[in-house]
Structures are given as C-alpha cells and as structure tokens.
C-alpha cells in the first residue's frame, strides 16, 4: 500500500464549485503539505503544516484553504474553483525528525475547472 | 531567497548516450541540494541528495550529481541511459536552518529515444 494517498485522483468540475482535495498518510510524519505543479512552473508551495495545530500559507495560497483533521489527514478545499486553478496537485509528507527534510510525495491529484 | 534555475525543459536522448541536467541555484546562506525524479504518472520521489561532505552524490541506478559552489551548480549526469530513465527530473534547494522549505525549479523532461 501506498504510504501517501490522494483522492480523488482525476477531477473535473465547473467554474464556481467547492472542490476538496484528501490527502492521507500512513508514515507516521507530523509535517504536510500541499503543491500544485504547472507545466513550466515546476511545483509551487500552497500550505503547509507542522502539526495538527499549525498551518502556514505557501507561496500562492490565495483561492485555496486547508484543514489538518488529524495527524495523518490534511485537505485542501477550493472555495470557488476557477479554471486557472487547473492544475496537478500533490501533497507530500516529511519528518520532524529529519533534519534535512526529505519529502515524500502521493501520486498527485488532476483538477481541471472548466 | 532562494532560487533554482533549470535552464533545459527538455532533454532528448538516445538510449545508452550520456545525458547532463543542469541546474543552478542563488542562495545567500548554507543549502540543502536535491534532485527529485517524476516518472509517468507517479509522484515525484527523491533520487539524490547533497547535505555535506563529498560533492559527488550517487544513486542507486546510476545517477550522479556534483555539488560546485563556486559556481553555484548541482548538474545531475548519467553516462548511459535507459528508455526507463524517461521522467520529469526537479531540481530543488533548502536552507540548511529550514530545511523543510523545499524551492523546485521550473523541471526538465529526460526524453530516452530507441
């Protein structure tokens, strides 16, 4: 079984819907986050996450919202999708433990807003 | 502020050619080197490291990238290479104080012809 998991993996939806992305982990790591990857933009930081109790905006957070339920879950919602939202996204997980950071990635999420 | 240049968003080769990624990076403090590797359809996953010490790092299947800090490089190389080498390869850095703040290059495509 995979160690980072995202669903749903495909997503089509309309300009205007409210749209949650999931991302599960089984590694036991405290830090996650989120990235969307754009052709000719590389990965992009969206939220990120130290603890349950702590969330932190990325590098374009804008139109994006996060929600840590638990240790091993942590959800990015858009409120209002927009089609320049389309976009893969992934989510990655690290450990505090580690101190130079290695982050492990789930297989991606593709969103496209029409 | 970091960054990270990859000046190639494709490379084209053919199988058992020698193949050269570059990649630059500007950071004005101590870094944290890596390169991650997208195969079809997957998540991207760590295939190299540079923290400290020797500044050629190798991977398990072949891989191998040099750490120059006069010029301010991490170039992944691979003497030959394979169809199954095909993938997005993302070059990114860290600050050695925050190392989980991963910065992604813009990506370059490793295309193996036969």
């Known amino acids: 079984d995979a160690d980072v998991t995202q669903t749903p993996r495909n997503r089509i939806t309309k300009t205007g819907k409210r749209i949650m992305l999931e991302c599960s982990q089984t590694?036991?790591?405290?830090?996650m986050y989120w990235y969307r990857q754009d052709p000719g933009l590389g990965l992009r930081l969206i939220y990120y996450?130290?603890?349950?109790?702590?969330?932190n905006k990325g590098e374009i957070s804008d139109g994006y919202s996060v929600s840590r339920q638990a240790q091993a879950k942590f959800s990015l919602s858009l409120e209002s999708a927009i089609p320049n939202q389309t976009a893969l996204y992934f989510c990655?997980?690290?450990?505090?433990?580690?101190?130079?950071?290695?982050?492990?990635f789930g297989p991606g999420t593709r969103l496209t807003v029409l | 502020a970091q960054s990270v240049t990859q000046l190639d968003s494709q490379v084209p080769v053919f199988e058992e050619a020698p193949v050269e990624l570059r990649c630059n990076y500007s950071?004005?403090?101590?870094?944290?080197l890596f390169w991650y590797v997208q195969y079809p359809n997957q998540g991207l996953q760590l295939l190299l490291k540079y923290l400290s010490g020797s500044t050629l790092v190798e991977s398990i299947n072949g891989f191998e990238a040099e750490f120059n800090k006069s010029q301010t490089s991490f170039h992944l190389r691979k003497p030959s290479v394979h169809i199954s080498d095909t993938a997005e390869c993302f070059c990114a850095v860290s600050e050695v104080s925050l190392a989980d703040k991963l910065i992604f290059g813009t990506g370059t495509r490793l295309q193996v012809f036969p």
């Open positions: 590694k036991g790591h405290d830090r």
């Open positions: 950071s004005s403090v101590s870094v944290y």
């Open positions: 996450s130290f603890d349950v109790k702590d969330i």
């Open positions: 990655a997980t690290s450990d505090t433990s580690d101190r130079f950071g290695e982050q492990f």
